[in-house]
């Protein structure tokens, strides 16, 4: 049974540049030939929670309705997987993503993000990258959504590194909520040592905790310190004290 998963995984990490190329392709297509958002999103959804699906990975949300409506916001999550990203965008409410800029060189990959709407990041760069947060701004403040990973980069379990102040910087400028989110379980699917998901089961749960939004409303930017801090902690504690946090709502797919 163990050699028939571990085959499964194999092949269709295999097949899988097919399945995002061809997703890509559409993308940039549809965009080039209608430019709506909401086509955008479908896809993107499409795209997240099919590679979900397709790996046999379940998603639990707990907690959606707290996801401020009609406003910008930005979600901050743990991140220790790829699978943070796809569990996140095909089950959360439609956001864009900060992703490091090597995958914008990917061709047709490359040009889909661009074309949604993602955000370049180069982490070698530190201006690079508060002017990339310079130019969401606006977007936020007309109330697009983006997931920021306050850790800079993945993890080698699912406890918080130290956290990095864009994402709150950025958060403090628009005047926009920050929404934690608790990523359980996306390490085990595919941790960042791996390049193949769900080598030793054919099926796993992703859940994902959306925690009380966080106003920054009213503070200057020199509080960015203690709003990273204060972030971190309630981020932690969720981490080590989930029912604390948990909404009694929750969906599955």
């Not at 936020?140 to 306050?150: E, M, N, Q, T, V």
């Not at 918080?160 to 628009?174: D, E």
């Not at 994902?208 to 020199?222: F, M, N, Q, S």
């Not at 509080?223 to 801090?229: G, H, I, S, Y």
Request: glycine share 6%; net charge positive.
């Amino acid at each position: 049974m163990l050699l028939f998963i571990r085959l499964r995984s194999i092949v269709l990490v295999l097949l899988y540049p097919i399945y995002l190329v061809g997703l890509s392709a559409i993308c940039v297509l549809l965009n080039l030939l209608f430019n709506n958002r909401k086509i955008d999103n479908f896809i993107v959804k499409l795209w997240a929670a099919g590679t979900c699906k397709m790996f046999g990975v379940r998603v639990k949300v707990n907690g959606e309705e707290r996801v401020p409506k009609k406003i910008g916001c930005i979600y901050v999550f743990n991140h220790a997987s790829y699978f943070d990203i796809w569990a996140m965008s095909g089950y959360l409410p439609s956001f864009r993503f900060g992703s490091k800029i090597e995958l914008f060189k990917i061709p047709v990959f490359g040009w889909a993000l661009r074309r949604v709407g993602v955000l370049p990041i180069d982490r070698e760069r530190r201006e690079s990258v508060f002017r990339v947060y310079a130019e969401a701004k606006e977007r936020i403040i007309r109330g697009d959504r983006f997931a920021l990973a306050p850790e800079g980069t993945r993890q080698t379990t699912e406890k918080l590194g130290p956290f990095k102040s864009g994402p709150f910087v950025l958060a403090i400028q628009c005047s926009a909520p920050l929404v934690p989110v608790i990523i359980r379980n996306a390490a085990r699917v595919m941790s960042k040592d791996s390049i193949i998901p769900n080598w030793n089961r054919w099926t796993d749960e992703i859940i994902l905790d959306v925690l009380e939004p966080i106003e920054t409303k009213g503070l200057a930017v020199d509080a960015k310190k203690e709003l990273m801090e204060s972030t971190r902690v309630i981020m932690a504690d969720a981490l080590e004290n989930p029912e604390k946090y948990r909404s009694k709502n929750s969906s599955q797919s």
